[in-house]
């Protein structure tokens, strides 16, 4: 349970994948959710590690022990989020109930014109931000993802909805690359949407209390938003079961400003800052934590690059 997310292999072939995505596209959603039972139940039984960090995830967050029934509905809960993926990319939203809170903090920082960063996490689907494109179609958002983490999926999905595909910005790319991909959106004005929660091998991280014990965040949001001199706004879409989302958005920080010479303190209060609202976002339906390891473990090999803040030593 201890190795790095980045190493566990991607869940479903592209064929196991193409046929759940025929079915959903030919039959509906109704007919399809029908699937999900089965196939948690074999990720529950083939995919130990995952099991049991939902396990010690759970019992960290609830309080107690997780049960078998516990981490079933936390496996479903992701395994209805992946399938709504298709419904939300390409299908009307009319099938949704998406409920949008803290809009105006977001257009106040629209408003400016200098592009906004979205700081989101793995949580509940980010892609139910298609709501705000269909409210607002004037704004575009691209986001920063890895397209080789789970290859078959984002493959398959962005095949059906080219333009989503175009708005990604690859963050298996070198750092100079997404930098420079991330400045030219801003300068169009766009919503970037960064997954803050997660950080790939190597990144540079610090560390902050999370459901009371210290993990590692990536930094690189925060010394973005300084650098490009941006708002941040962060956005969280929490499924609710059934076809019942909420899209909520928070100001993080209309400016954040990061000396050399304070950096690492800076950092250091930008991550513990994010950590604590992400915390209180995951306590609204603990069943939309979809990070299937241990959070809390410090691989070795997986420190920060040099330079980069790193408090404190493993806590799980």
């Known amino acids: 349970m201890s190795a790095h997310w980045s190493q566990r292999r991607e869940g479903g072939s592209r064929v ?15 007919c399809a959710r029908l699937l999900l039972h089965p196939i948690t139940l074999y990720f529950f039984l083939r995919r130990g ?5 939902s396990r010690a995830y759970l019992r960290r967050v609830l309080g107690r022990p997780a049960g078998i029934l516990a981490v079933l509905r936390h496996m479903h809960s992701y395994a209805a989020t992946i399938l709504d993926r298709l419904f939300l990319l390409a299908g009307p939203l009319s099938r949704f109930d998406v409920r ?21 996490a793995h949580i509940g689907s980010f892609e139910v931000l298609r709501a705000l494109a269909e409210a607002r179609p004037d704004i575009r958002v691209s986001v920063v993802m890895d ?3 789970t290859p078959a999926m984002t493959e398959l999905l962005h095949a059906l909805n080219p333009a989503v595909a175009e708005g990604v910005i690859d963050a298996g790319q070198d750092s100079a690359t997404i930098a420079m991909a991330i400045r030219d959106a801003a300068l169009r004005g766009e919503l970037i949407g960064l997954l803050a929660d997660r950080a790939r091998p190597r990144e540079a991280t610090c560390d902050a209390m999370f459901f009371g014990a210290a993990a590692q965040f990536p930094v690189a949001p925060y010394l973005i938003a300084s650098m490009l001199d941006l708002p941040s706004v962060l956005c969280f879409g929490l499924y609710r079961g059934g076809n019942r989302y909420e899209l909520h958005f928070e100001t993080f920080a209309e400016s954040i400003r990061i000396a050399r010479s304070e950096r690492a303190v800076r950092l250091a209060e930008w991550t513990q800052r994010y950590a604590l609202r ?20 410090h691989p070795v090999d997986d420190r920060a690059v040099a330079g980069a803040p790193v408090t404190g030593h493993s806590a799980a």
């Open 16 to 30: 196991a994948i193409a046929v759940i995505i025929a079915i959903g596209r030919n039959l509906g959603r109704r």
């Open 49 to 53: 590690p995952e099991r049991r960090a």
């Open 100 to 120: 949008v809170h803290g809009l105006d903090q977001l257009e106040a920082q629209i408003a400016h014109g200098r592009g906004v960063l979205l700081l989101g």
């Open 147 to 149: 397209r080789q983490q």
């Open 278 to 297: 992400l915390e209180f976002f995951t306590r609204l339906d603990p069943y939309n934590w979809f990070n299937f390891y241990d959070f809390w473990h």
